[in-house]
């Protein structure tokens, strides 16, 4: 079973940039989809972006397209989330999971707060 590490969290400014990482304990990783999922206080849990296995179909929900940019390096086992442009309303704790989501691999995610 893989397990994931997500890290890179942090408080910024509205407009600042931040680049999540997601590791993965076994090379197995590099078989499977990823996505990137958050989840802002008293809200559901909520998609942000995914990636297929070699990196080269992406998706993004609408509300950070153009803005944040999910990427993958295979022979490092991490899966990263680069956001730019960062606004109050990304306020959330980040999580990394398969994609789709798998209930056991939700580890404890990254707190990301961005103030005005």
């Known amino acids: 079973q893989v397990q994931l590490v997500e890290s890179g969290g942090g408080l910024v400014q509205a407009g600042c940039s931040l680049r999540l990482s997601c590791a993965a304990s076994?090379?197995?990783?590099?078989?499977?989809?990823m996505g990137w999922y958050r989840q802002s206080p008293g809200k559901e849990r909520e998609f942000v972006a995914r990636?297929?296995?070699?990196?080269?179909?992406?998706t993004y929900a609408d509300s950070v397209k153009g803005r944040f940019t999910i990427s993958r390096d295979n022979a490092k086992n991490t899966l990263y989330l680069q956001m730019n442009s960062l606004q109050p309303e990304d306020t959330a704790i980040y999580y990394c999971?398969?994609?789709?989501?798998?209930?056991?691999?939700w580890g404890q995610g990254t707190q990301v707060t961005v103030s005005s």
């Open positions: 076994r090379s197995t990783f590099r078989m499977y989809s």
């Open positions: 990636l297929n296995w070699s990196g080269g179909s992406t």
């Open positions: 999971n398969v994609h789709p989501p798998t209930a056991a691999y």
